[in-house]
């Protein structure tokens, strides 16, 4: 956590959203709050400052679909965490928010207590779910994913998604070339190649991208 936590509220109702941003005022952090009442604004008000720590997502927007918004958000700006905040709480809603790359899932239900907790578990990294017989937050095992499945979706080659595995072990350079037979200017080629297509400036931010898919060592 930052020490200026940068949360966006995205809900096109004005008096649900308000709300939201009052009972997030008890975080017990310094948090500057954004608001958006529809999927364009979010992603233009995100594509202009690309700064914020946590997106909190109403799946019923006026121009488009939360579950959709929130597989944009994953994949354009995947080190920006997501939680879906909704009055659907069913188990398939649930696991489809997951799939698209969702965070959390929370229901609108919740007590400012209950929010702030949720809110504060996926800010460590975490994942938040609701719990199927009291629908209250619970923490969740990270989905973990297939690394081919990451290497499709941000286009790396087969060499490439070799060294990213190898990355997220937390090998060296050294190391990596050494266990796939490559020169050490080959494996520094292929891991700025990945820091490119992931869009960050460093291996350190790459490893908490990935980390957030689902990618663990």
């Known amino acids: 956590m930052t020490e200026d936590t940068r949360i966006l509220v995205i809900e096109d109702h004005t008096l649900v959203r308000e709300a939201m941003v009052g009972a997030l005022s008890h975080l017990g952090l310094h948090s500057t709050f954004f608001q958006a009442a529809s999927g364009q604004d979010a992603l233009a008000m995100i594509e202009a400052q690309r700064e914020f720590d946590l997106v909190l997502v109403d799946l019923m927007l006026p121009d488009m679909s939360g579950f959709s918004l929130v597989s944009v958000l994953a994949h354009r700006f995947p080190e920006i965490p997501v939680i879906v905040v909704s009055a659907l709480t069913d188990e398939a809603s649930v696991r489809r928010a997951l799939k698209a790359g969702a965070s959390g899932f929370i229901s609108k239900t919740l007590s400012t207590e209950q929010l702030v907790e949720a809110v504060q578990t996926v800010l460590r990294g975490e994942v938040v779910v609701p719990d199927p017989n009291s629908g209250a937050p619970t923490r969740s095992a990270p989905r973990r994913r297939s690394v081919e499945s990451i290497a499709e979706q941000y286009g790396l080659t087969a060499a490439q998604t070799r060294v990213m595995e ?46 957030r898919q689902g990618l663990r060592g």
Do not use: F
Request: charged share 20%; proline share 2%.
């Open 166 to 211: 190898l990355m997220v072990e937390g090998r060296t350079n050294r190391e990596i070339a050494e266990l796939l037979g490559l020169a050490e200017g080959t494996v520094k080629v292929h891991c700025s190649a990945i820091l490119r297509a992931l869009d960050v400036p460093n291996r350190a931010q790459a490893l908490v991208v990935l980390a």
